[in-house]
Structure formats: structure tokens, C-alpha cells
T-cell receptor
Framework: GENVEQHPSTLSVQEGDSAVIKCTYS??????FPWYKQELGKGPQLIIDIRSNVGEKKDQRIAVTLNKTAKHFSLHITETQPEDSAVYFCAASTGETDKLIFGTGTRLQVFP | NAGVTQTPKFQVLKTGQSMTLQCAQD?????MYWYRQDPGMGLRLIYYSASEGTTDKGEVPNGYNVSRLNKREFSLRLESAAPSQTSVYFC??????????FGEGSWLTVV
């Protein structure tokens, strides 16, 4: 079945620096790759997603890149702020219906 | 603007007890899900319902049952709770196109 690996598990950056989180997936039929942010005590919230027909997508300080050949995708956060501190999850569609397989999460800490 | 609502928020059960987690969505979505979240394990799919009247097993279905009562509601039942089922449970819903919206979570402890 589909497997999604996510690295690193923890990431600490100084405010204003960039943060990069990487994920790899195994199912070549996967065609949808969302990223979720989870704050303490809350449910995950979608922050950006990308479909297999594009290689990059940006939304203000957040960008996602996709390399289908290598089966990996990355989340880039520029000019980090303390409010970016949270757990981030990547996910990949299983290639069937609407199911997603999630990575194990990255705890991002942004220090002022 | 409720989105996905799940109850209860917190629950403590004794081993062997049963309980049902309730979930409702007001976005008219066809698909609904139950995930569990454990430290270092990410979110793992327990059960999935593509539409009213249909359910499918996910990655970790053992020990759970589900009911898709109608388009809005999708419940998760633990018939005989075990300590290994201590976790945070998330209900979610989506329309075709894969954007999944999550509820706020239910913290379950089995002692």
C-alpha cells in the first residue's frame, strides 16, 4: 500500500529564517498532495495543496514543490514567524477515491 | 459556521467498556472519515465512507465499527475498549477533489 515518509520530525528555526519539510511517497498513482498544519489541541487544517499536473504552487510565504519522477514533495515556509510554530503533516492520495495517507509529522518551532 | 463537529471532546473508559464517538458535518460532503492520531505515527485512517450507506476499512480498523447514519453523520464505535485504543480521534469530511476538513478531535483514554 501507499507509504509516506516525512522528514525531519522536528525543526527549529530563528524567526525570519526559512523552513523546509520534505516528504516522499511510494504510490506512483498518487495525484494529490496536501499539507496540513496542526496547532496544539486542534484538528489539522489545510494550508496548501498541489496536484500532479503542476510542479510548484505558492501562497504568500508558503510554497510546495513536487517532483513526480523522484516521488517527493516539499513544503517551504519563508520569513518564518512565531505563529508558524505547529506540527505540519504532508499527505498523498492513494490513487483511489478520496483517501489520504499521512506522513508522521514535523514539529516546527520558530524562536523569536 | 460549524464545519465538522465531533463529540465527546474528552472521555475516559475502563478496559472492556463500549462507547460511540459522534460526528456530524454541515458542508453537504459525500465522504467522511475517522482517523486516529498517536505520537510519532501521524494520522492513520480507521474507516472511511464514500457516501451514505457505504463504509470501507482503512489502515487500522480492528476493534472499531462505524455507521454512516445519513449524509451528515458518521459514528465510530468501540465495542470493547482496550488500552491500545487510547488516542486522539479525528472525524473528517470531504467532497470529491480531496480537500479534507477535520474536526477538533476527541481525546480518549482507556485505563
Amino acid at each position: 500500500g501507499e507509504n509516506v515518509e516525512q522528514h525531519p520530525s522536528t525543526l527549529s528555526v530563528q524567526e525570519g529564517d526559512s523552513a523546509v519539510i520534505k516528504c516522499t511517497y511510494s504510490d506512483s498513482a498518487s495525484n494529490y498532495f496536501p499539507w496540513y498544519k496542526q496547532e496544539l489541541g486542534k484538528g489539522p487544517q489545510l494550508i496548501i495543496d498541489i496536484r500532479s499536473n503542476v510542479g510548484e504552487k505558492k501562497d504568500q510565504r508558503i510554497a510546495v514543490t513536487l517532483n513526480k519522477t523522484a516521488k517527493h514533495f516539499s513544503l517551504h515556509i519563508t520569513e518564518t514567524q512565531p505563529e508558524d510554530s505547529a506540527v505540519y503533516f504532508c499527505a498523498a492520495s492513494t490513487g483511489e477515491t478520496d483517501k489520504l495517507i499521512f506522513g508522521t509529522g514535523t514539529r516546527l518551532q520558530v524562536f523569536p | 459556521n460549524a464545519g465538522v463537529t465531533q463529540t465527546p471532546k474528552f472521555q475516559v473508559l475502563k478496559t472492556g467498556q463500549s462507547m460511540t464517538l459522534q460526528c456530524a458535518q454541515d458542508m453537504n460532503h459525500n465522504s467522511m472519515y475517522w482517523y486516529r492520531q498517536d505520537p510519532g505515527m501521524g494520522l492513520r485512517l480507521i474507516y472511511y465512507s464514500a457516501s451514505e450507506g457505504t463504509t470501507d476499512k482503512g489502515e487500522v480498523p480492528n476493534g472499531y465499527n462505524v455507521s454512516r447514519l445519513n449524509k451528515r453523520e458518521f459514528s465510530l464505535r468501540l465495542e470493547s475498549a482496550a488500552p491500545s485504543q487510547t488516542s486522539v480521534y479525528f472525524c473528517a469530511s470531504s467532497e470529491q477533489g480531496y480537500t479534507i476538513y477535520f474536526g477538533e478531535g476527541s481525546w480518549l483514554t482507556v485505563v
